[in-house]
């Protein structure tokens, strides 16, 4: 139990186009779920948390405008990279927890992303 | 501020030979201390959560224990499989956010 996936699990994109990252809970109702980012050799970065319904919340310095989050629905959150420049590259690992799991989060399997 | 500090950064074991990972931590008010396994390109794997000073779990060759100032990863034995990334992270009282640490590179020599 407790599985999240993400799709896609790598994407290419030119830049100034806009990418989509799709974050789901497979067996269970994800009250709340977080955005990260990761770079080579380094610990996950919060960048916002998305409450089914409700607009995300962002971590300071992570541009809303930027990056769009919505989470429709308890099993469903996207992130919309807006206008993608090469320094957005990164791996995107998203996460989700419900109150059923004792408020753990579990962890997709990450998205990189490449802008070119 | 809510701080995690991990020790050392990377370790390489003999595969047997047994170590521990260290997590210090300072939070206002902790909800919890997670640690995770991270393989490179992939997302974390959920390992253990401690609520308490002086709870303990395990798994396999892994063994978490919690302090209130720290908490350890014992490696009994470790397989060269157990090569990861070890995260640790801490959820405060005021949110449900997970304030990560920068983590130990675990590499275990057959």
């Known amino acids: 139990g407790a599985v999240v996936s993400q799709h896609p699990s790598w994407v290419i994109c030119k830049s100034g186009t806009s990418v989509k990252i799709e974050c789901r809970s497979l067996?269970?109702?994800?009250?709340?779920m977080f955005w990260y980012r990761q770079f080579p050799k380094q610990s996950l970065m919060l960048m916002a948390t998305?409450?089914?319904?409700?607009?995300?919340?962002?971590e300071q310095g992570v541009e809303k405008d930027k990056f769009l989050i919505n989470h429709a629905s308890l099993t469903l959150s996207t992130l919309t990279v807006t206008s993608a420049h090469p320094e957005d590259s990164s791996f995107y690992i998203c996460?989700?927890?419900?109150?059923?799991?004792?408020?753990?989060?579990?962890f997709g399997p990450g998205t990189r992303l490449t802008v070119t | 501020e809510d701080q995690v500090t991990q020790s050392p950064e990377a370790l390489r074991l003999q595969e047997g030979e047994s170590s521990s990972l260290n997590c210090s931590y300072t939070?206002?008010?902790?909800?919890?201390l997670f640690w995770y396994r991270q393989d490179p390109g992939k997302g974390p794997e959920f390992l253990f959560t401690?609520?308490?000073a002086g709870e303990e779990k395990e798994k396999e060759r892994l063994k978490a224990t919690l302090t209130k100032k720290e908490s350890f990863l014992h490696i009994t034995a470790p397989k060269p499989e157990d090569s990861a990334t070890y995260l640790c992270?801490?959820?405060?009282?005021?949110?449900?956010?997970?304030?990560f640490g920068s983590g130990t590179r675990l590499l275990v020599r057959p």
């Open positions: 998305s409450n089914e319904g409700s607009k995300a919340t962002y």
């Open positions: 067996d269970f109702q994800a009250t709340t």
């Open positions: 992270a801490v959820r405060a009282d005021s949110s449900y956010k997970l304030i």
């Open positions: 996460s989700a927890h419900g109150q059923l799991l004792s408020y753990e989060q579990y």
């Open positions: 401690l609520y308490s």
């Open positions: 939070v206002s008010g902790l909800r919890g």
